[in-house]
């Protein structure tokens, strides 16, 4: 399934993010594993997917996605 979820480019941190994400997927009915958290994956420039685990990972997507992408959007692949 595909979820959009709008964060700030500026001052969004890790943690914010990934209970943002997991918040969105429990309202839309989608089944969450107990105990377990998402994992959260960028596609960078080569189109490889970066495993995001820290406030500076995620900085590094934004920055990304200002470098290439109009919009500055971020897709965030979630396992």
């Known amino acids: ?3 959009i979820l709008a964060v700030p480019a500026k001052g969004c941190h890790f943690e ?3 209970d943002k994400i997991e ?3 429990r309202i ?3 089944p969450m594993p107990e ?3 998402v994992k959260l994956r960028y596609k960078d420039e080569e ?3 970066i495993t995001i685990n820290s406030d500076d990972d995620v900085e590094m997507a ?3 996605a200002k470098k ?3 919009k500055g959007t971020v897709t965030i692949m979630v396992q």
Do not use: N, Y
């Open 68 to 70: 290439t992408s109009e």
């Open 62 to 64: 934004f920055e990304m």
């Open 28 to 30: 839309c009915g989608a």
């Open 35 to 37: 105990g377990r958290r």
């Open 23 to 25: 918040r969105k997927i």
């Open 47 to 49: 189109g490889d997917f």
């Open 16 to 18: 914010e993010i990934l």
């Open 1 to 3: 399934e595909i979820f």
